[in-house]
């Protein structure tokens, strides 16, 4: 048994190759048309909007007028937040700004509804032993992570040097994209969605796939509707309109009923030398 949880979400690096002001057009464009969707597609139930509130203090100064409308969307889940303030390299600042970072984040995720619970490190380039150990402190009990991590499997233990551990759902090589810019050709949709189901199952050991349709700066995806009726009509496991909150509960659930997760990752030593990769962020 597979279940697939379809993830949509934006991946927001407020300043790269476009200026920081540059990208914050492009932002309030996203949001606007996001709270459109909402609105009109109740079968749209989740997006992601990143794991950092900054992105709604980038929107509110420019869209003021918006912010209930964006209140009620936090408030009902629909969009989720949180939990860090800003997605930061976890190399380059210390770790006492990692914590306040994240409390912050904590502190404005509260004021709009509930913070996601779920570690997110999609993008940073290689981390810190203590993660298992803050996450824990901030009442956290899993991460996702991409980069600067070599496993080829889904689910691993990663344990910080107190002890302190977390369910890990390491994000297979695309990353935080497997099922970006889906095309809605259904043939062709459904070989890419069976090709990318097939490579999750064959490393869950818990059963639970993560399908992310979003990547950098991208805007919601319309028509996701019709690629959950194509693949509930079609042999592939039933899909949802998911969050990453609702895998990552479904995936404790199972770990602790099911079969055991993948070896323990231990990030003691030199996480710079074992955990870090290189590469576009
Ligand atoms: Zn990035």
């Known amino acids: 048994m597979l279940d697939i949880h379809v993830v949509s979400h934006t991946h ?21 048309r996001l709270l459109d969707l909402l609105d009109e597609e109740p079968d749209y139930k989740h997006f992601h909007l990143d794991g950092q509130t900054i992105v709604l203090e980038d929107y509110l100064e420019i869209r003021p007028e918006q912010e209930s409308r964006l209140r009620r969307a936090i408030e009902s ?16 600042v210390s770790g006492e700004s990692l914590v306040r970072n994240l ?12 913070p996601m619970p779920v570690g997110y490190l999609p993008d940073l380039f290689g981390h810190v032993a203590q ?11 899993n991460t996702i992570l991409w980069r600067g991590f070599g496993g080829t499997r889904a689910e691993y233990w990663w344990q910080a040097p ?38 999750e199952r064959a490393r869950t050991a818990v059963g639970e796939a993560l399908l992310m ?21 079609s042999s592939l496991p039933a899909s949802t309109s998911s969050s990453r909150m609702h895998a990552c509960r479904r995936c404790s659930s199972r770990t602790r009923s099911r079969s055991p997760c993948g070896p323990a990752f231990s990030a003691r030593g030199t996480p710079q030398a074992s955990c870090a990769t ?4």
Do not use: K
């Open 103 to 114: 409390a912050r984040g904590y502190r404005i995720s509260r004021q709009f509804g509930t």
């Open 213 to 233: 349709n979003g990547v950098d700066h991208v805007e919601p995806q319309v028509g996701m509707r019709t690629m959950r009726t194509c693949c509930q009509a």
């Open 77 to 92: 889940g629909r969009i989720l937040i949180g939990p860090w303030y800003v997605m930061p390299d976890e190399f380059l």
């Open 12 to 32: 927001w690096d407020r300043e790269w190759y476009l200026t920081y002001e540059q990208f914050r057009m492009r932002l309030v464009g996203l949001i606007d």
């Open 131 to 141: 993660m298992p150990q803050i996450w824990r402190q901030f009442g956290l009990d």
């Open 162 to 199: 107190d002890g302190s551990r977390v369910l890990m759902l390491h994000l297979p090589p695309e990353g935080y994209c497997n099922a970006t810019r889906v095309v809605f050709d259904p043939e062709a949709m459904m070989t890419r969605a069976a090709t990318a189901v097939d490579y």
């Open 278 to 281: 290189r590469g576009r962020r």
